[in-house]
């Protein structure tokens, strides 16, 4: 990759590079390239100290870009700490490309959506779903793995999947990743863009963007709670209704496409 980038330099007048995540992308090359005017970024989907993405080139390399762009307010002063020269809160979005409203397919139908990996810590809320009486749609890698959510995986989605899957289901149910420090993920955006009522785990990133409960979204805290706002919505039509149309309109017209993301990254890589 270093050579490709290299290489695409030399032949092009490239004012800016911007890196998505763990890109193998090394400090001596950051240097390089700003030595020769060209600024670079970083937009990190992940966090850098996740086991699975942690290394020391990595964590060498992090500093050296000119701008770092973080969804996770989590890690904001871990990466200062690192020394990098400007650290941005920039939020997931979704692409309207991939998420919109489709019509049901009835042989996908469920009660309640997720879809993601079975991380150890997302099991007891949905062993906690089923075991209440309430159909999930659940989809992702892993969930095979644990003796609770075997029976419920529907194996991995891809976009058309997905989609379909999402808006056959009454309720989608968003949780966030502990291991990445997410307070907030990409379903946060494409959820409420494929047009799908919604409970939320309840953060502060969350709040920021949805606000009171019951305008946008319901919130839950445990397995439990997480289990009743489902089932209150299950119960309530129209409440279910209302809340996917304002999340929708809030999202959807809201600058939350990755198309925002990059105007905005653009702006801080090559202000005007």
């Not at 397995?223 to 809030?250: G, K, S, Y």
Request: with cysteine.
């Amino acid at each position: 990759m270093a050579r490709a980038i290299q290489k695409a330099c030399d032949r092009h007048p490239i004012r800016a590079v911007l890196v998505t995540g763990i890109a193998p992308v090394e400090a001596p090359l950051l240097a390089e390239l700003r030595q020769r005017g060209i600024a670079t970024g970083n937009f990190l989907t992940d966090d850098p100290w996740q086991p699975f993405c942690c290394s020391r080139w990595l964590l060498q390399a992090l500093p050296v870009y000119d701008v770092l762009f973080t969804p996770r307010r989590a890690n904001m002063t871990d990466l200062q700490k690192l020394g990098a020269p400007q650290v941005v809160h920039l939020p997931f979005a979704y692409d309207p490309d991939l998420f919109f409203p489709v019509a049901p397919v009835p042989t996908m139908a469920s009660d309640v959506f997720f879809a993601g990996g079975g991380d150890r810590d997302r099991v007891p809320y949905m062993a906690a779903l089923a075991a209440a009486g309430i159909q999930v749609g659940l989809y992702g890698g892993y969930w095979e793995r644990f003796p609770e959510t075997r029976a419920l995986a529907r194996g991995m989605a891809d976009p058309v999947t997905l989609r379909q899957a999402a808006c056959s289901a009454k309720v989608g149910i968003c949780l966030v990743r502990r291991a990445n420090r997410d307070g907030h993920v990409m379903r946060t955006y494409e959820l409420p863009a494929l047009g799908l009522s919604m409970v939320a785990e309840d953060t502060p990133e969350h709040r920021d963007l949805f606000r009171e409960e019951g305008t946008h979204v319901l919130y839950f805290t445990t397995p439990e709670t997480a289990v009743a706002q489902v089932q209150r919505l299950l119960a309530d039509p129209a409440l279910r209704q209302t809340l996917a149309q304002n999340n929708h309109r809030r999202i959807c017209n809201g600058g939350h496409t990755y198309g925002d993301r990059l105007r905005t990254m653009r702006s801080h890589l090559m202000p005007p």
